[in-house]
């Protein structure tokens, strides 16, 4: 007779454990096909700004005469710090440290909201040179592309904030950390998306 | 006697995915030090970009900060992300995603480089257009 594992509710389940794309969490890979889409959908922005580039720069106010790349630099290193307190979190629920895993999730949460801060700083100074969604090319393709950017860190921050709620119900443990890792999937993204942007429009 | 036993199979138990799909994750040493190294990268990008082209190695700046960002965005993918640490069905959808990505923004920029843009103001009107359709 074949060896089976009996289920907690009388199914009968191979004893062996599944191999290939059904051992895979689905909620996981599930969160891998957004980032990769997402991947497509950031490209299409750095893309239009690529495209129009010559333009952009031949108008006024040029980019980078109104793009401070110092302060710009210090919100790369916010949110380069908040993944590895995102990291840190993930490691502390696994080794079932819920209070460890709790406060650096907050902490991912308070710098994922120090960068938002910092980003409506400069679209203020932006605004006060003259850089608007109406003002022009350069208007409209950075701030559309910021501003989405913008708009994943404030999603990752809500989101980041709920796991820190429901982890203080004890949801969260060395045994169920998959609404954690699948947050901080969507956040390191949310970092990566930064490296392309601070390096395609910023410095070059 | 069959090799039978009972397993508890909670959700639970089943959100406790660490035995199929991954192996052990980094360390929280190896997760600072990755920390550590980005952070050097990203300074030396912020220096690269204004130092190299006042020592006359302007043409440097574009290939050395597309290095020094796909260094960055790899080690992300790879500690942070667990890429290389879980199962690769999950490296997929990433890589296909980048592969789109990366093939958009060079055929674009390819197809439009050497065209000439003009900027349609209003007071270029319909020529505007005309000179944009050329």
Known sequence: MAATTTHGQGHALPAHPPSGLESLDMRKLGMWIFLGSDCVFFASLITTYFVNRSLIFAGDPHPHHVLGINFTAVLAFILLGSSLTMVLSLAGFQRNDITAGRNWLLATAILGTLFLTGQALEFSNLAHEGVTLSSGLFGQCFLIMTGFHGTHVFIGVIWLLSCWLFAGTGRFNAKNFMGVEIAGLYWHFVDLVWVAIFTLIYLI | ?134
């Open chain 2, 1 to 134: 006697m069959s090799a039978t036993h009972q397993a508890t199979h909670s959700s639970a138990s089943h959100d406790a995915h660490g035995a199929h799909d991954t192996h052990a994750h980094p360390s929280t040493r190896t997760y600072i030090n990755i920390f550590g190294v980005l952070f050097l990268v990203t300074a030396a990008e912020v220096v690269a970009a204004q130092a190299l082209p006042l020592v006359g190695l302007a043409s440097l700046v574009v290939p050395s900060l597309l290095i020094m960002a796909v260094v960055k965005g790899a080690m992300i993918m790879m500690y942070y992300m667990h890429l290389k640490s879980d199962s690769a069905w999950f490296t997929v959808p990433m890589a296909f995603g980048l592969i789109l990505a990366a093939g958009m923004l060079i055929s674009m920029i390819g197809l439009f480089i050497g065209s000439p843009r003009v900027a349609c103001t209003p007071e270029l009107g319909k020529g505007c257009v005309a000179a944009a359709a050329k």
